[in-house]
């Protein structure tokens, strides 16, 4: 299967301090790819980079085809119509209601009815698990849990091909942990998805993550799939995965 | 960017639809111009053709569903054919889930009698909730000077050094070039009557009394019930103000009257330096304009201005203060979990802010001439 993305010798640095040198990755179509790593090794800066928010200081980074770097106005307009990104917090618009939220890109980039575009919201609304009744709420009447589903649904209005993950699970309750995985996996099934995410919970790995790549110590320590994980020399490693050297990996 | 078309082939009674390429919900408003001027009771049979696609997302799924129903509501069996697996998910996962939630409860109509009581129940929770916000500041008010170990002044400080060492330059700047307006256009009155040396009169007073604690007032109207009002509607936006809260920390204690006890110290201190500065700029016209040396300016104030038009100034400084910081905190208490309502309320603020130093200062002029004083 052909990358999607591809991160070549990425190097950012903030001020006087170095987050990324010659980092690099490959993420494949299809798959759902996790980033990992202790906090402040630069996880969610290095999403920030593939989704254009943030310059690297150099490097290059392919993502769909398109190499950010000098990419032409044109070109990134394209880009952004096939990627959906969810925030950690959901960053729903706060003035607008959960519909209007989601309807918000099918009313600016397209050309379709007021009754095809409620048929779509509706659509995301119920596949991500949310009530057609709750469409008529504001964000702040939203729970912690309803406001990440209502995030994905305003990320997936578009039918992207790839989908960027900030923490999609952090600050949920257990139950709607899985939940929510179970549904991040239904979609990658059903949708034809492509999933990259920045993760702490080390359940959510276990249970949605197709490959995933950790970050320490400015590089990538470790590609590739969960079951050679104890390969890899990190303390990070060691400690989030709980490697006995003996035994190997305990899942 | 990519293909896609759809052809009708109208045969007899049977009628096909091909769909080729990538299909996007780039492509539904085309489709459906194509499918809108099919004449569907002259059908029996229609067959849906997705030999020659190669990508279908969820908006043409759901496109395709509507179509199905039409078709199936008109009597004509509808036969798709595909080969493509992702296709037929896809159209699978979207017939599965519309038949979950039925069709939405259309938002129920409502009258003009329940519109205009929704309104007056607005309005009066607003009215409740501004007397509750009275109630709860005098009674703090009082807990507050009940002790002086009660007076947080720290906090006090810091705000008079926010909204009235920051604003020295921009009061005196201000009251400054009013001075110099006064009197440039009463100089041009004054010489045709050879009146120059009542300059001095119409300045004191209009200058003293009126002018520098409006203008002051309205200088830190804008500059601080905008600052005071975004600060705590932004606080409580992020909870902060709830998390205060539950630590014990009484927000109007440690917010609300530290800023309105800074303005009302620091207002007439303003007021003085305008006083200062306006003064200052009318003294300078005067000696270029109408050639009165400072000497004889300052000689003639002492004699003509009586002290009271100074302290009437002086004595407003504490009610503006005390409106200004009290609306601002108020409408910074008003606003809701979004964005919009954080705009509106510092709008209001500062609108409310000066609308009420104006009005106050409307209630002084008359009450303290029929005073006499």
Redesign the interface.
Known sequence: MSNIIEVRDLRTVFEDRIVHDGLNLNIKKGEIYGILGSSGAGKTTLLREMVMLQEPQSGTINVLGYNLKNIKYEDAQ?LIQQWGVLFQSGALF??LSLRDNIALP?VEY????KA?ID??V???I??VGLK??D??L???QLSGGMKKKAGLASSLV??PELLFLDEPTSGLDPISVREFDALIVKLRD???LSVVMVSHDLQSVYDTIDSLAIIDNKKIVYEGSLKNISNAKSDFVESFFKIDNKEGLIL | MHNSSLDIIYADNKLSLIFKGELTLYDISKFQKKTDSIDFAKYKTAVLDFTNATHLDSAVAIFVANLEKKFASNEIETETVCDKRDILNMMALVKSQKSRYSKKAEPQKIGVLEKFGRVIYYKYSLFVFFMAFIGELFANWLHYISSLKHIRYKEIFFEINESGVKALSIVSITNFLIGIVVSYQSAYQLKIYGANVFIVDMLGISILRELAPLITAIVIAGRSASAYTAQIGTMKITQELDAMKTMGFNPYKFLVLPRIFALMIVVPILIFVADIMGIIGGMIIASIDLGISSTLFLDRFGDVIAAKHFFVGIAKGPFFGFLIASIAIHRGLSVEDNTQSLGANTTKSVVEAIFAVIVCDAFFSIILTKLGI
């Open positions: 394209k706060s003035s099918l397209t050309d379709l009815s095809m048929e779509i509706e659509f995301k119920s596949i057609q009744s469409g008529a504001y964000p702040s578009m039918d059903n949708l034809n």
